[in-house]
Structures are given as C-alpha cells and as structure tokens.
C-alpha cells in the first residue's frame, strides 16, 4: 500500500507545470493571491473615500451658522471677484477662567470686535485691507460712529451693512473668530513663527515679546494681534493682525500640518466649531478662503489698511480717524470692478 499515492492528498495539493503552480481546475495559485490583494485594495479605497466624504461632511455640520446677509434698499449689486468680511471678535467663549486671568482678557460676556478685515479675491489676485475700529462712518439708524459701533448696535448684519456702503463692494462671505477659537488654532498647529523688531511689553495684552523671530503659541499670538502699545495705536496693531493671520493660515496649510493627523485634526476640529460663518456659507468656502490667503504669503496680492485721512472726536464717540476720500476710493473702486489695486496703496 505505500508503494500507491494518496489520492486524497494528490486531489488537495497544487500541481506543477514548469515553475507555475495550479490548483484543481487548472486556476494558477498565484493569479487567485492577486486578484484577492486586488479586491482588498478595492475595499481600501472605498473605505478611505467613505471617511473622506464623512469626515466633510461632519466638519461642515460644526460651523457655527449666523444670518449675517439681509437685502435693503440701496445695497451694493453684486460685484465681480469674492469678497470676504473677516472679523475678530472678543467672544471669550473656550478659553478657561485660568486661561483669561494668564492672558488678561478679561471675563466680559457677550462680543465685541476690533478686528475688521475685508478680503477680496479675483483675477488680479488677492486683497486684504484692514478697516480700522475706529473708523468714523454713517452706521444705519445710529448716525455717524466709530465702525465696532455697528457690530455693538446691531451685530454682523448692521456691520456688514455698514462696510457694504461705506466702500460700495458687496460682501459674499463672512467669518468671524474669537479668542478662545483664535487660540485653539494656533496651539493645533504648534504655533506660529513671526518676526518682531522691537520688544512687545504690554501689560494689557498680557504679553511680553523680546525682539527676534520666535514661535509664539496661542495666548502669546492673541496677545500680539491685541496689542496697541505702539506709537500709531490701532493702525500698528491692524498690520500685525494682517501678518499674523496670514501666517498662521499658511502653517495651516503646509504639508508639515495637513500630512500630520495630529496637527490637521484638531486644528479642523477647532477651526469649525468656532468660527462663525453665514448661514449659506460652507467649508468648501473657507477652503477657498484659505487657499487664497496662502497666496498672500507668496506674494500673490497686496495686504493694505484703507488709507488714513485725518482724526477727530465727538462727544459720545471719543477719539476716532477718517479715511482720505481720494485714496481710499481708488482702492474700493479697484476692487469694485476687479481691477489691480495701484501698488502705492498697498504692499506685497
């Protein structure tokens, strides 16, 4: 009996045929392996596209959605280009009691802004001026007062109104950050390196900054986009407003940040929970917002505060600056029709 083969086991066995193997039926061993890493693949790519989608559609399920746009009469036509309201608030909405008294916010309740930013993107590239707070300008209903007025007296639609007829240029989109999501931010992407000329002491902003390039983490960032503590006050503190958000959306946007999963998640997970946004707007508009402003740090646009024409006061108003009609026309005008804004009224 051992001189015969075992049948059963002959049956079971691959056969050889060269150097091919083959099982029963004559299937190449070898064929049946690839087509099974194929179908995992397969399954593995479906299984990424599931979570991609998913994980979308959840991040635009956390924007927090404001009706900021209303029609009235008179109000600009639609303009070519987009053009963004981008707004600071001092919402202190995250931040912890230790984490106010360590950056000296303060613990007032509500919201307030001192931080006005009108972005427009178009053909000739990308523009992002600074409207001062202490802005004077006709505010609907409340005659003429500095522009955080508006936002006091009638939250983001009376301030988007309010831009809407000072400069003529219609307003599509709208964001709005406070300090607790400001930090968040900026502490989910390990920070933000910027480049200071001179110290930065300012007891009220709670910071205190040798000059130098340094990263600064959150509660050192917000303090540095709070900061008046220079010779030109508030106009200072809107250039480093400038600089800094575009630098930080620029970190957000390097490959260090949206190849490390521990990095771009939470920095997603903050940035759609706290931002405000427009009831029609969604995440593929701040993905466009974001791609655009990142174009600023290659020089691709100017970065500009509307001209500046002069000061003044007024009981019940206090100290406030005017815009120099000519100047700041020129630039609204130019952004208006999407026209290159002239390089003397800004910089790259």
């Known amino acids: 009996m051992s001189d015969w083969p075992d049948q059963g086991r002959a049956a079971a066995a691959p056969y ?4 091919r193997a083959y099982r029963r039926g004559g299937e190449p061993v070898r064929g049946r392996r690839r087509r099974r890493w194929g179908r995992l693949l397969l399954v593995g790519l479906l299984v990424l596209a599931l979570l991609v989608v998913g994980g979308y559609f959840y991040l635009d399920s956390r924007l927090h959605r404001i ?3 209303t029609d009235y009469a008179g109000r600009p036509a639609d303009t070519p280009g987009t053009n963004w309201l ?6 202190r909405q995250g931040l912890t009691s230790k984490q106010r008294k360590e950056f000296a916010t303060g613990a007032a309740a509500g919201r307030r802004t001192d931080t006005m930013m009108l972005l427009h993107i178009g053909d000739h590239g990308t523009t992002l001026v600074s409207l001062p707070r202490d802005s004077y300008l006709p505010i609907p209903g409340h005659g003429s007062n500095k522009l955080n007025a508006a936002f006091a007296f ?4 009376l301030l988007v109104r309010t831009v809407e007829q000072a400069t003529k240029v ?3 989109h709208y964001a709005e950050i406070g300090f607790g999501g400001f930090v968040g931010m900026v502490d989910a992407v390990g920070g933000v390196n910027m480049c200071i000329d001179q110290r930065m002491k300012d ?12 990263t600064l983490k959150g509660g050192q960032a917000l303090g540095f986009v709070r900061s008046r503590a220079f010779a030109s006050a508030d106009l200072e503190r809107v250039k480093n407003q400038r600089e800094f958000l575009a630098a930080l959306v620029h970190k957000a946007t390097s490959p260090g940040v949206l190849l490390n999963p521990f990095r771009i998640v939470p920095f997603a997970l903050r940035s759609t929970d706290d931002f405000a946004v427009d009831q ?21 646009g100017l970065t500009t505060t509307v001209p500046i024409g002069g000061q003044g006061s007024a009981a019940g108003v206090g100290m406030y600056i005017t815009w120099d009609s000519a100047r700041a026309g020129t630039l609204f005008s130019a952004l208006r029709e999407d026209r290159a804004v002239p390089r003397s009224l800004g910089t790259r």
């Open 170 to 172: 219609r307003i599509d």
């Open 86 to 91: 981008v707004v600071g608030s001092d919402s």
């Open 280 to 300: 029609g707007d969604h995440l593929y508009d701040l993905a466009g917002f974001a791609w655009a402003m990142r174009g600023l740090t290659k020089g691709d």
């Open 16 to 19: 050889t045929e060269g150097t």
């Open 67 to 69: 009706d900021v746009f």
């Open 203 to 214: 007891r009220k902003a709670g910071i205190d900054l040798k000059p130098g390039c340094q």
């Open 154 to 157: 009638g939250g983001p639609k």
